[in-house]
């Protein structure tokens, strides 16, 4: 029996965390499962996106964060 990849098997793929086995069976889903070949695109075009968006906190952003985070260890230590 054949088996069927879900959307997380392609994100795992489309971030080369699968297993050779896994890969094979994902490329051979992908030629024949024109529904599943438009997703993967889809998803390809996503990550892209989020990537190319990403971009470094301001240094002020981070030191509200750690300021907070060493005020609650504080708080839980004592």
Known sequence: MRKTFTPDDLIRFIYRETSEKEEL??????ASD???LNEYRQLVKTITALGDS????????????????AALHEKTVF
């Open 54 to 69: 990403l971009e470094e906190p301001h240094p002020t952003s981070v030191n509200i964060v750690l300021e907070y985070s």
């Open 34 to 36: 024109p529904e599943f």
């Open 25 to 30: 069976g994902i490329v051979e889903q992908l």
